[in-house]
């Protein structure tokens, strides 16, 4: 395994927590007295954080007005609210990322989560879906001064496991994991079944693009065979 370490992104990566985010989106929006919005304009809002997450839903309104910063700030309160209530009720964990995970671990590959969900919503959402032994530390989008798609949280969790950002994997499902994991100098790999704000993943400036977290396991294996010939 040519990869000392492993950072998974988690939104679209490793759960699927759209259908939880939309019922916490849209309890937001009635309690503010605008209608609901579909599952898929709501994920194609997911991935640069829950203020953006909140920002984008509420600009989302009849007369186009923005947001001020203090509309923000009320409806962040009553997304958290509504979010802590129903987070990970039905969030699923994807096909392969149980396997993926425990080849990686087999090979004794550092691991850790490097998300753009504050650490309030992600720490007991990865406890309920059973992930959390998986990782050495989960960097959060509250963690550092910077979120993805600044390299800085993605460093960060380098850091925290004394690994090389040069020999570290990333994976992600979106442009903000492709970004960071390039300006850090990391090898990245795409899944295509997340959010990417409702962009094609073809169109990402990644090293590959593989099915499943297992998938991705397996493409690391095949470049120690091809770096060791
Ligand atoms: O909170 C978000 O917007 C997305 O989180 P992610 O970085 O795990 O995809
Ligand atoms: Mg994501």
């Known amino acids: 395994m040519p990869f000392s370490a492993v950072l998974l992104d988690l939104d679209g990566t490793l759960l699927d927590t759209i259908p939880d985010l939309a019922n916490a989106s849209n309890a937001m929006r009635m309690e503010l007295g605008l209608a609901p919005l579909s599952q898929d304009t709501i994920a194609s809002y997911v991935g640069k954080g829950t203020e953006n997450l909140v920002l984008r839903t509420l600009s989302n309104n009849p007369d186009g007005s923005v947001p001020t910063a203090d509309d923000i700030k009320q409806g962040l309160e009553i997304f958290g609210r509504h979010y802590h209530a129903v987070n990970g009720e039905q969030a699923a964990v994807y096909p392969g990322v149980v396997q993926g995970l425990e080849a990686f671990k087999a090979a004794g590959v550092k691991m850790a989560v490097v998300t753009n969900k504050p650490t309030e919503f992600t720490l007991p959402l990865l406890e309920r879906a059973g ?38 994997l990333a994976i992600g499902d979106s442009i903000n994991d492709a970004l960071a994991a390039r300006a850090a100098g990391m090898t990245v790999l795409a899944v295509p079944y997340g959010y990417n704000e409702g962009m094609d993943v073809r169109t990402l400036e990644v090293d590959d693009i593989v099915m ?18």
């Not at 050495?136 to 850091?159: F, I, N, Q, S």
């Not at 499943?212 to 010939?229: G, K, L, M, V």
């Open 212 to 229: 499943s977290i297992s998938e991705a396991a397996q493409w690391a294996f095949r470049q120690q065979t091809n770096n060791n010939p």
């Open 131 to 168: 992930l959390a032994h998986f990782f050495e530390h989960v960097v959060c989008g509250d963690t550092c001064a910077r979120k993805k798609p600044h390299p800085m949280p993605l460093l960060h969790a380098c850091e925290l496991m004394q690994a090389d950002p040069q020999g570290a």
